[in-house]
DNA sequence: TGTTAGCACTCACCCATAAAGAGTGCTAAC
DNA sequence: GTTAGCACTCTTTATGGGTGAGTGCTAACA
C-alpha cells in the first residue's frame, strides 16, 4: 500500500515532533500544532492507518503515537530537510579541526571531542586500519646494557616502538646488522603481508649470523609490527547521554554506559561497518544490545586511501537531519586536511 | 572527648555494616546482630552520644545511623582488620600482571581493568611523569618528499614521534646532519631542562648551515617532547557505579561519570597526589565536586624512580579494607616487574 | 551512676483509592 | 470522506491510612 501524501504529511510531523519532544504525539496536539486542515478524528483514522502499516506505535491505549524505527527510516530517507550549517559554526569546525594537523591520531581525537560538543550526545571515532600501509623503516637503538628500542616505521609515517629486554649482552653492531637486515628484507612490503610470514624461520635463515639474537628479537618483531594495526577509539560525551529523556532510566543509562564502554567490541562493529554515511537505526542494527541505538558513522580519508571513522550514537530518537550534516561536514574537513599532504602544507 | 571502648566497638560495627548493606543501622539490629551483651536503648545512648562527637548521622528522626566522613577516617586509621587476599587471586593477579611486561602503557592499563574486575569499582591509573628522564636520542627520517618522521627516545626507553610535513625539500644529508647535531646537543639532558631552553634561538646559533630549515624543525621538536612528558591516564569499570546502591539515583550517577571523564582534571588531581598508599573520604578530597566520593591511591614505581599511580574511585561507603590490599599488592607487583629490568628478564 | 524496659512519636514506604488529563476508538451525522 | 461527540483507557498525581523500623525520653532497677 502506497503513502498518500496526506499520510506521509501527518507522519512528517509525528516525526519531527518526537524528535524534539520525546513525547507521544496526539492527534489533537497534532492538528493544533501543525495547521494541516484537517480535524483530529481524521488525523486518528490516518494514524490508525500508519500504525497498521507498522509506521507508528502506541505505548499503551491512551497514549499518542511514537514512530517505529521503520518510520524513522521513511523520515531519514524522503523527508528529512536539508539542515544547513549555520556558517558561523563551519568556521569553527573548520578552524579547530585544521590548526593542529601534525597527528592524525590527535585531529582525530578532537574532532570527536567537538562531535560530542555539538551534537550533544555520545560521539567516537576510529584510526584506520592500516593493514596495506608499508613497511618503511626498522631501526634497534641501544638504551642500556641490556635493553634496546625497536622502532618500526610505516610508508604514511606512522610509527610503532618497543621496548626489548635482552638476557644477554649485545654489541652496537649487531644492532646496526640486524636494522639494516631487516629494513633490507621487509621495506616496501605490507604489514599485514610481513605478518602473514614465518618471521621466525626468516631471521633463523636471514642471519645465520646472529642467530640467537635474532630469535630472541622475532616476537617483539612481530608484537611492535601488529601494534601498528592497532585501530584506536576515541569516545567522546558520554555523560551527554544523561540529559536524554531516553536515558532518564537507571537501567537504561546503565545499558548504555555498558554498551560503549565494550571498547574492543564497539571498535569491531565500526571497523566491519560499511563505507560512507552510514544511518543503522534500532533494530537495523545486526547486534542485539543496539537495537534500542541509532548509530550514524561516516568515513575520512588520508591520502584518499586509508579510511578511519567517526560517529555518533544515541537514542533512535535523535536529529538526524543536523547530526548527518555535522558529521559529513566534519570527516570532510578531516580528509581535506591529510589529503594536502605533501602537496600544500598550510593554507 | 576520648572514645570508650564499648563507644569504638559500636561503631566499628556500625561501620562494618553500612559498608555492606548501605542500609542506616538501628540500635535493635545492632543488638541482634553483633551479640554484645548489651540492650539497644544502652546502644541508642552511645550511638547518641557518637553523633554528638561528629561520628554517625541521622538521615531523618526515624532512621537508623549512618557514618560520617569522620567515623570512615577513624574506621581506616585504626579500626580495620588486615584482609588477606585469598592464595589463588594472588596468583592470577600476579600472573597476569607478569606476562605481558613488554610495554608499561599496557601493563598499567591492563592493571587497571584487573582492578576495576576485582573491585568492582570504577578503576583507573597514569602512567609516570617523565619530566626527569633524560634524552637518549633525536631522529630524522625521511618519509616522502615533503614530509619527514621526528623521533625522540629517552634514557628509559620511552619513544615520542611526530610527522612533520615541510614546505620546501630537505636532503637526507640535512637529515643526517639535523639528528646528530640535536642528539650531541641535547643528549642527556632531561626532558624538563630542555623545554625550557630557548630552542628556536639555540636551533639558530647551533646550525646556521641548514637555517631555516632547523628553524622549521624547532616548533615540533618542543611539541613531541613535551608529548614524551605526556600523563596517560586509563579509566576502567565504569559501568560498575551503576550496581551501587549510591548511584541509584540518575543524577548522582550522571555527577560521577561526568566528574570521571574530565580526564585532563581529573588527571591534575591524581598527579598532583602525594605518594604511597593514600586514602582521601569524602569532603577530605579538596575538590569539591569530589565532596561525596572516597579515592584510594597507591604508586608504583620503575627502576625505583619514576611514579604512577594506580587507584579505584568510589562511594565513600566502600570495602576500604580488602580493597587497599588489592591496590597495595598490585601496585607493589607492577613495581617490582618494573624494577628487574636489566637484571633478570623472566621468572 | 550506668543500664534497661517501656512507650509515645516520627518518618519512610507501601498500597489503595480518587481525580485529572490526554488521547483513543467507535458511531452517527454531515 | 470528514467530523463531532462520547465513552473508555491508561498514566500521572495527589491523598490517606497502615505498617515497620527506629528514635528519644522517662522512670525504674542494680
Known amino acids: 500500500m502506497e503513502l498518500s501524501e496526506r499520510k506521509l504529511q ?10 524534539y519532544s520525546a513525547e507521544p504525539v496526539g492527534s489533537r496536539t497534532l492538528s493544533r500544532k501543525y495547521d494541516m486542515g484537517i480535524s483530529p478524528a481524521t488525523i486518528r483514522n490516518e494514524m490508525s492507518d500508519l500504525e497498521d502499516m ?83 623503516y626498522v631501526n634497534l637503538l641501544p638504551v642500556d646494557e641490556r635493553t634496546v628500542v625497536l622502532m618500526i616505521v610505516g610508508q604514511d609515517g606512522k610509527v610503532s616502538s618497543a621496548n626489548i629486554r635482552l638476557e644477554h649482552d649485545y ?25 602473514t610470514l614465518d618471521i621466525v624461520k626468516a631471521f633463523e635463515n636471514d642471519m645465520y649470523a646472529i642467530h640467537d639474537f635474532a630469535q630472541r628479537i622475532a616476537p617483539d618483531f612481530l608484537d611492535t609490527l ?24 537507571i537501567d537504561k543509562a546503565r545499558c548504555f554506559i555498558e554498551m560503549v564502554q565494550k571498547k574492543q567490541q564497539f571498535t569491531e562493529v565500526l571497523v566491519n561497518r560499511e563505507n ?3 544511518i543503522t537505526i534500532g533494530s537495523e542494527n545486526a547486534e542485539a544490545y543496539m537495537k534500542d541505538c541509532s548509530l550514524i558513522t561516516a568515513d575520512y580519508r588520508i591520502d584518499g586511501r586509508l579510511v578511519g571513522k567517526i560517529g ?4 533512535t530518537r535523535m536529529k538526524y537531519g543536523e547530526i548527518t550534516s555535522v558529521l559529513k561536514y566534519m570527516s570532510d574537513n578531516i580528509s581535506q586536511t591529510f589529503q594536502l599532504k605533501g602537496e600544500k602544507k598550510d593554507e
Do not use: C, W
Open 171 to 195: 654489541t652496537t653492531e649487531n644492532l646496526e646488522l640486524m636494522s639494516r637486515v631487516l629494513t633490507h628484507n621487509y621495506k616496501g612490503k605490507t604489514i599485514n603481508n610481513i605478518l
Open 10 to 19: 501527518i507522519l512528517h510531523a509525528i516525526v519531527a515532533d518526537f524528535i
Open 54 to 136: 507498522g509506521y507508528l506505535s502506541h505505548p499503551h491505549t491512551s497514549a499518542g503515537r511514537i514512530p517505529s524505527d521503520k518510520a524513522y527510516r521513511l523520515y531519514v530517507d524522503q523527508m528529512m530537510k536539508d539542515y544547513q550549517i549555520p556558517e558561523a559554526e563551519k568556521t569553527i569546525i573548520a578552524e579547530k579541526l585544521t590548526q593542529n594537523v601534525r597527528e592524525l591520531e590527535r585531529t582525530v581525537h578532537y574532532a570527536a571531542t567537538l562531535l560530542s560538543e555539538i551534537t550533544n550526545l555520545a560521539s567516537f571515532a576510529i584510526t584506520p586500519n592500516r593493514t596495506e600501509n608499508t613497511l618503511k
Open 312 to 315: 555518533v550514537i544515541g537514542p
Open 226 to 249: 601488529e601494534r601498528m594495526l592497532t585501530v584506536d577509539l576515541y569516545m567522546e560525551g558520554l555523560s551527554n547521554i544523561f540529559s536524554i529523556p531516553e536515558y532518564n532510566d
Open 276 to 278: 560512507g554515511l552510514i
